[in-house]
Structures are given as C-alpha cells and as structure tokens.
C-alpha cells in the first residue's frame, strides 16, 4: 500500500525539465527498440536551431543548387543546452533534406523546398554509445525504426568538424547565439 501510494505521488510531481537529471525521461526523449532508434513522434513541433542549402562536403562543384537541410532539436535538450551549454544525454537532432524547386506558384527566381527526400537523426547517449552519439536514417520516413551507423561512416566526419561536442554548432544560428 505504501509502495501504491509513493507511485501515486510520484506521478502527480510536476515533470520538471530543467532538472539536474540527465537521465530523467520526458516525452521528447529517445525511444529505442533494443539496438534501433524509434523514428521521433512529432519532431517537426521542434525548435528549428538552423538550416542549410547545398551543403556540399566533398569539395565536387554541383549541378544545381543541392538540398534543403532543416535541423530540429528536441525541446528539454533546446531548453537545457540554453542554460548550460552542453548538450544533456538525451539530445537528438533530426535532419530533414528537401529537394529545391524552382518556378513553382508565382516564383519565378529563386528556390523554395519541393518534395522531402531524407530523414536522419542523431542521439547523444554515452551509456550506449562509445563516441557518446550515434546517428541514424530513417528512409524519407518510411522505416520506424533505424539502427546506428558505423562511426567511421557518420561520427568521424561530425568530430573532427562539429564545433561543440561534434555538433555542427557554427551552422545553427539558435545554438551559437545568432
Ligand atoms: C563529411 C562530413 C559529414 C558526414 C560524413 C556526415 N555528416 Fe551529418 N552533418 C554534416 C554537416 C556539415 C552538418 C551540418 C548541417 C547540415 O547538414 O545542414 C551535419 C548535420 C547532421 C545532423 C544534425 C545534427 C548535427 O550533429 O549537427 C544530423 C542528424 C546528421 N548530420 C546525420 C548524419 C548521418 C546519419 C550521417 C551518416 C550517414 C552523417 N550525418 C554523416 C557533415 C557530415
């Protein structure tokens, strides 16, 4: 009974996301499926910390002007990285690519984002992962889950050139403060 009543207690605690815990769960926090990431619920109502047209990272001069980027952040993460900083366990970002399209509606220069073609994600979690993230695609959408690449195909790049803690920080205008 006592047990029943502490449970009961403990679920009326307001949820308080600026707690010290790094493990404490919220509704934003990673979801896996023993090795595999769940696809994150409801990503695109998160803060939006930047985004990006063409990047090219190999140097190779490119038809057209390449792929829209948006880059979301999960809310208790974007509320604590504010306060501290750092990036708590728990962090992901989600990377959506957009094709951009020219002359559609009343454009007649310039580029607004056409089809969607990519979903990737990254999670910080340094009980899972030896490099503390690990980065995942999620097939356009289509695949609920998805396992974590090998370093060397993701994290290297991300570490030797992600500003803060293998965040690509100096391309985030909510992260390096505008
Ligand atoms: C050669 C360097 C390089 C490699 C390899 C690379 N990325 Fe990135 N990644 C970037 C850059 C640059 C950005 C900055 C934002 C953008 O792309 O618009 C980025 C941003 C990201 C972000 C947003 C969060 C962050 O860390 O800044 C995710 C998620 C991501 N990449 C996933 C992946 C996945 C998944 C792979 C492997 C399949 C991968 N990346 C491989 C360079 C790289």
Known sequence: MRALVLAFTLALLPFEPSSNQ???????????????????AGY?????VGSSLGLSYTGRADNGPGTFHRVYMNPTAYEAFKKTGQFPEGTTFVLES??????KSIAQGGYTEGAR?????????????????????????AAPTANPFPDTRCHSCHLAHG????????????LRGR
């Open 22 to 40: 790094p493990h404490a769960a919220s509704p934003f926090s990673p979801r896996f499926a023993a090795d595999a990431l769940v696809q994150p």
């Open 44 to 48: 695109d109502m998160w803060p939006l």
């Open 98 to 103: 957009y094709e951009a399209q020219a002359k």
């Open 117 to 141: 073609v990519g979903v990737d994600a990254s999670v910080k979690d340094t009980s899972r992962y030896r490099d503390g993230w690990a980065y995942f695609n999620f097939e356009n959408g």
């Open 163 to 174: 500003e803060k803690d293998s965040v690509f920080v100096q391309f985030y205008p909510n």
